[in-house]
């Protein structure tokens, strides 16, 4: 009997695979049709700060209040309350039409708006909460601190707004991506000790503490820019990933399974039931579908589960924990192979 059951930032689930936010998870009808497909947890599709202020600012210049200020911030609020009420509708329908996780997924730009949204989401009952870093630093006075400095701020946003259990969805582009995701997924002591009051016997001097994720996803797949060379005009790039996408997240949880506190989920990449394979040897927690959902439809995720349980038997797994990570670099003999890119290439017999 094969067991596909997992548990990823403390929920259980029926197994390892997870519709991504997209427009798939957009609508209470597409959640409903992707957990009846067989999906373990369903994150949303994005709640975008942008969109909600774009809304507000057409709002406030319909209502011609400019110089009012008490009037001008009243619609502001209303307008935000009104941009988030569709969403936490659909998150609180969610949660009652499907048995399976049910993870939100917010997108700020302002620092505030952060723990603001991750309030009115645990309100309403969701499972989790995914944060959504869509930043990309294109400027040069941004320094590599002042990133990950960001990347920490946001996550500290939350926490200490919230006790729902988080992930951070976050992009490759990091100088020193292994040293960022040590900071964001592993809990530490913050600055130097300090006392509150009289410490009595046995009593030591406290620390301030700082708490990762729960849970890091790798990567965020960011617009893809492109130049329409007949239009002499800006357009989008493909947005579906492909699967030759799968091994920049395959190498990063590879090389970081076993080293941080928190889960790690795979994404990017992912079309079939060899790839979930792949990235649950390398120690993914669990692994996030998208694309191929698109391409192929919700039944691909049936095909997929079908894939892994087949893989499973045939290698004499009877559960995930049999196998996960087993060939991460922790767990490696000779892990400089993880590392020494002319020698894989060398093995793949291109010279």
Not at 287 to 314: F, H, P
Request: overall charge negative; proline content about 3%; aromatic content about 8%.
């Amino acid at each position: 009997m094969i067991d596909l059951t997992t548990s990823y930032m403390g929920l259980q689930l029926k197994n390892p695979l997870i519709v991504s936010s997209s427009g798939l998870t957009k609508t209470l009808q597409g959640v409903k049709k992707c957990a009846e497909a067989g999906a373990g947890a369903i994150v949303l599709k994005s709640l975008y700060e942008e969109e909600i202020m774009a809304e507000v600012g057409k709002l406030t210049q319909q209502a011609g209040i400019a110089g009012h200020t008490e009037a001008f911030e009243y619609l502001q609020g209303y307008g935000r309350a009104l941009g988030t009420r569709d969403y936490l509708q659909l998150l609180r329908d969610a949660k009652q039409a499907v048995d399976v996780p049910v993870i939100a997924s917010i997108n700020c730009v302002t620092d505030e708006r952060w723990g603001e949204f991750a309030v009115q989401l645990a309100q309403a009952g969701a499972d989790g909460l995914e944060i959504n870093i869509g930043f990309l630093p294109n400027t040069a006075d941004l320094t590599s601190l002042d990133v990950e400095e960001r990347y920490e701020r946001i996550l500290s946003a939350v926490r200490t707004r919230v006790e729902l259990p988080v992930a951070l969805k976050i992009g490759p582009y990091i100088s020193s991506f292994a040293h960022l995701a040590d900071r964001l997924g592993n809990d530490r002591m913050e600055g130097p000790p300090f006392t509150v009051g009289w410490c009595g016997p046995g009593e030591s001097e406290k620390h301030t503490t700082w708490q990762g994720a729960d849970a890091l996803v790798l990567f965020n797949r960011f617009y893809h820019f492109d130049i329409d060379v007949d239009t002499l005009q800006l357009a989008g790039g493909n947005p579906y990933s492909t699967a030759a996408e799968l091994h920049l997240p395959l190498r990063w949880i590879s090389l970081l399974a076993g080293r941080l506190k928190c889960d790690l989920a795979a994404t990017t990449g992912v079309h079939d039931g060899r790839d979930v394979v792949k990235q649950l040897l390398a120690g993914a927690t669990v692994v996030q579908v998208c694309s191929t959902l698109y391409r192929n439809g919700l039944g691909q995720i049936g095909l997929i589960l079908d894939q892994l349980e087949e893989w499973m038997q045939a290698h004499g797994f009877a559960g995930l924990e049999d196998f996960r990570g087993i060939l991460s670099q922790a767990h490696s003999d000779h892990p400089k192979d993880y590392e020494r890119l002319q020698y894989i290439k060398a093995l793949v017999g291109v010279e």
